[in-house]
């Protein structure tokens, strides 16, 4: 049974959107966190700090050390969640590619994973991230192509061809 | 070395508040996390459904079998990042009183674990739910006694009378 | 020279994500407002009263007497700040169809205007719907059809086949 | 019969929840508009050109000549809902002083209008402005004292002495 699906993609790519439309479309009740639900949780020196996290006037995404402990634990924590019964949906951003997706892969174990890509190209991901407002342009573009480097799926979707509801179908026909 | 910190208290008792405080005042990097962030993370489902959580047109707040069993695998989680070395603020609402504080004392386990009563008198709480906009109207009344009902605390601090960094500041003396 | 720009369509059919597109694309600064920011700008009351606004629990949208009055005087205001120079990118839902057009039409007499539709098929707005996660379900495919009901449009544009920034960029080249 | 509330005072000095307290304690439905809608309605180049309005590191915001254009016509704009029968708390910033109550009485002309000073010490606001997460840091404790440089009040309330809603009915009493 899939107990973990971890939605990788780009800033502005539509994970969330995915993640949500999943929860409405999985018959048993799943618990979507990420990125954002890290970041958010951090304190604010975090966010400015040099071992921090950094948001580039470009929108490049610069994380240092003090970044990677609390996210060490974070990863620890969802992976114990998993295996205290709950069914998590992960909305994640691999800025290190294979190297995050290791990370993610020794902390779940045994597990049974859905590893789900989320692509969009940087072109449209980019006039999305204009259409929402709310983030440092230049992400989307910077984070399209990265984040997949050297990652291994069980599928992709994407959603520059398909609607958020209609990628959470296809990827909960994978759902076991 | 103090290794959680758990400000317990009603709805618009403040707690959010001292929590980002804290994450400010103290020396080390610190993770706030709460009952807002699970109940975000749950499927819109589990909101409306009898099993998981119902805001009644009063206030109150109800919680189902479902919403419990996804707390439950939420508290192990936690539980794990501290243990994983992360620092973490848990900003709670304690419905079930005592039993609540036992299902997170049963977890945290041995952890160094910093108990605080947020206390905030519910006609005052309740003028905040009104200034802040963005609660149903009653749970702050409905809430501010109920959730502290056999809980043992380590130190308390009362929003009515003191500044969220006043308060943040006396609980930060009794962080090792 | 165009100084309105009145968007019209459904909940969730993208005119928000249009709007601040067209605030990207558009060489000169335009005000955006709509329905949105009006509803946020009601008190509390107006939204659970008999003469405000309501929304039935499947995403029906009923407004009373209480609400029009306001809307009315909100509607004079828009029309003022576009006579006193500014350029406003209006963000409206036409749940009253032509009367509602009419109603704006009546206000801002001789200022040039273009009128945009914004379609989106309801099923597909249905999905965006729920993968923004914070809209009553139910609107979107009830408003879809309703709000174009005979209104005049000086163009269209349908978000189920282009991005918002196509869209942003087509109606761009209608403004003088 | 007063027809429009405007409350001036520094960021995180209290503001927007005395708003909400006041349209929950008036019998009358008032709109409440200010700054935070004006900027929000801004384009984004708006925020980050030389022209219109910067947020520096520290806290200082400046504001350029396309910000007080826009703003000139949003203010005509409010007028304009108040002469058409809505009554309108204006929730505002004055970083000019004098200069900009001398812009808001000039527009509002005839208009019944009750003039309220929302005073908080310039270290308890920084606390909040910690507290509440979302702000430039520095913005409190800049705006404290500028925004009542020279500006006459009908009378005036202290957050850092009254709860919001304490205030709200203070200045409830003074409305005709």
């Known amino acids: ?3 973990v699906i971890v939605l990788n993609g780009g800033s502005s790519s539509g ?3 995915i993640a949500r439309c999943l929860q409405a479309v999985l018959p048993d ?3 979507a966190l990420g990125t954002d639900t ?4 951090m304190p604010a020196s975090v966010h400015a700090s040099e071992g921090g996290i950094e948001f580039t006037p470009d929108g490049e995404v610069i994380v240092g050390p003090e970044f ?3 996210e060490a634990a974070w990863i620890e924590g969802i992976a114990a969640m998993a295996h205290a019964g709950a069914r998590v949906i ?3 951003v691999f800025l290190g590619g294979a190297d995050s997706q290791q990370r993610w892969r020794k902390a779940l174990g045994e597990l049974p994973v859905l590893w789900v890509g989320v ?3 940087g072109a449209i991901a980019a006039g999305r991230e204009v259409a929402r407002g709310d ?5 989307a573009v910077s984070q399209a192509d990265v984040v997949h480097r050297g990652v291994a799926y069980d599928l992709e979707v994407d959603t520059a061809r398909a609607e958020a509801m209609e990628c959470a179908r296809t990827i909960a026909e994978h759902v076991r």
């Open 68 to 70: 990677r402990t609390l």
């Open 1 to 3: 049974m899939t107990q």
């Open 119 to 121: 692509r969009c190209e």
């Open 38 to 41: 890290l970041v958010e949780a």
């Open 29 to 31: 009740p799943w618990l």
């Open 135 to 139: 983030r440092t342009i230049g992400m």
């Open 90 to 92: 992960v909305d994640e």
């Open 15 to 17: 994970k969330s959107g």
